[in-house]
């Protein structure tokens, strides 16, 4: 099955935001999150039997889908969710932005661990919050650890009232652990701090990972937190806008979805219904030869790194597709650094300043894609920042 992700779908001209974006015609783009490979073949049929049923009115959410959802994450992630949980949308930001609106006020801080995912920030801004930054601590073998000392200072002051946390974290790719997910579930029990555990990458682990929910580790956590999920990054379906927001209190889950309400943001399409149903019913192998396959393309990152741009350094990652360089020896600014590559490489990425000034000096490269692109990106990185 792995040679399909060899094939190159021409996507330039397709309406697609990561492709069509740019008007030089030579660029290859590996900056935005979504994958050049067709998402798995059961998703397609479940897609082409709902087109050609041909009425496309207002929908309701069918038994189906919670059965989908909660078999999913409970066989792959031991996290048994009740259909009164759930509070289906149409994406995660849209859902983070509505959790905050309606678990603080405007003033407020919210804790997140830097560099995080940008939207973080806007999501924050929007609701009229501060962040409160807990900076990661990258380790001399590329591998983040958490500030904890800082994490429990921060927790502790008293206008930081939610954390946004990144479970597994973009960009960094860390896949957190029990120990680490418990000790930061106790600091912010300790000081009222409500965790919104954005775990959108967690089916997207490397082989040998495990993803371990955040509202799994300890029943207190549960009532203390919102899960976010979508299946758009693992199978590739960000176009068709579903997500989930999970709530075990019941006082909480009716403030989001009040929230959710007043944003908007409650309806979704049909598309994203049997989508989601086929990819966790129908689509385990598919997505398993996926993830050895994005561990390939890591390795091939690592690599060619070690062997032609030593000076660089990849993050020592777990999960997601989206590497995270550390180009500080280059002596320029992460924003120099891309436009150097755009100019001179005809390379899309993205700049480390995107995620808060703990990513200055690096740059985000999207690996999904067949490796002969992969390849030819790397060459031009190469190209461009050392011939």
């Known amino acids: 099955m792995s040679c399909q992700f060899d094939l190159i779908v021409p996507r330039r001209g397709t309406g697609s935001y990561k492709w069509d974006s740019s008007p030089d015609p030579d660029c290859l783009p590996m900056w935005v999150a979504d994958m050049d490979f067709r998402t798995a073949p059961a998703i397609i049929d479940a897609l082409s039997r709902r087109v050609a049923h041909g009425v496309f009115g207002y929908n309701k959410m069918p038994d189906r889908y919670y059965e989908a959802l909660d078999s999913w994450f409970s066989r792959r992630h031991g996290f048994a969710i009740e259909r009164d949980w759930v509070i289906y949308t149409s994406g995660v ?8 609106k309606a678990i603080t006020h405007p003033g407020e801080r919210v804790l997140i661990q830097t560099p995080v995912y940008n939207c973080f920030y806007s999501s924050i801004a929007n609701m009229g919050c501060r962040p409160a930054e807990n ?42 652990s029990i120990e680490e997910l418990h000790r930061l579930g106790d600091i912010c029990l300790r000081h009222g701090v409500t965790i919104v555990s954005d775990e959108i990458h967690c089916d997207l682990t490397f082989p040998g990972q495990r993803h371990h929910p955040f509202a799994t580790i300890k029943p207190e956590f549960l009532a203390n937190c919102v899960t976010c999920s979508s299946p758009s990054k693992a199978f590739n379906l960000a176009g068709l806008q579903i997500a989930n927001i999970v709530v075990a209190d019941p006082s909480l889950r009716k403030r989001i979805d009040r929230a ?39 390795q091939t990152v690592l690599d060619f790194i070690t062997c032609s741009m030593p000076t660089l350094r990849l993050a020592k990652q777990e999960a997601t597709y989206l ?57 031009r990185m190469q190209k461009a920042l050392f011939a």
């Open 93 to 100: 930001v849209p859902a983070i932005s509505a959790i905050l």
């Open 135 to 176: 900076r990661l601590i990258a380790g001399e073998d590329g591998r983040y650890e958490i500030d904890f000392d800082d994490l429990e200072a921060k927790a502790s002051e008293p206008d930081v009232r939610a954390m946004l946390l990144c479970n597994p974290h973009n960009p960094v790719g860390r896949s957190w």
């Open 260 to 298: 959710i309400n007043i944003h908007e943001v409650c309806d979704v399409n049909p598309f994203g219904v049997e989508a989601l149903i086929a990819a966790y019913g129908e689509a385990e192998a598919w997505l398993d030869e996926l993830r050895t396959y994005l561990f390939g393309n890591y």
């Open 323 to 379: 590497a995270w360089i550390d180009c500080r020896a280059l002596g320029l600014s992460s924003d120099a650094i891309t436009e150097r590559l755009a100019s001179s490489g005809h390379l899309l990425i993205n700049s480390g300043r995107l995620y808060g000034a703990a990513g200055e000096g690096y740059i985000r490269l999207n690996m999904a894609c067949p490796r002969p692109l992969l390849l030819d990106g790397l060459g």
